[in-house]
């Protein structure tokens, strides 16, 4: 089992700056792929980003440009950097550890970017 701790969420006005961390517990965290999802209000959850064990990354094309996901694997971390914040960036943002059959959430972080 692996616990997932998301932080860094808030409320910011928009075009400001976030940065989420997310802190697994476990050893093997460089085996996994982390993502980042998001879950708006009424809105079924999507992927932002995800980072592989090589640290390719992909990203949703509305941050693209915006958003930047980084892994520390000395320090079992994943982070969000999300500049230029929107109003519809506003989400629950989770993070997620992925490896063969396993899959992990953790509890989520919010987000709310309003003026």
């Known amino acids: 089992q692996v616990q997932l701790v998301e932080s860094g969420g808030g409320l910011v006005q928009p075009g400001e700056s976030l940065r989420l961390s997310c802190a697994a517990s476990?050893?093997?965290?460089?085996?996994?792929?982390m993502s980042w999802y998001r879950q708006a209000p009424g809105k079924q959850r999507e992927l932002v980003a995800d980072i592989t064990r090589g640290g390719s990354t992909t990203y949703e094309d509305s941050v693209k440009g915006r958003f930047t996901i980084s892994r520390d694997n000395g320090k079992n971390t994943v982070y969000l950097q999300m500049n230029s914040l929107k109003p519809e960036d506003t989400a629950v943002y989770y993070c997620?550890?992925?490896?063969?059959?396993?899959?992990?959430w953790g509890q989520g972080t919010q987000v709310t970017v309003s003026s």
């Open positions: 997620n550890a992925h490896r063969t059959l396993f899959t992990y």
């Open positions: 476990t050893r093997i965290f460089s085996a996994y792929v």
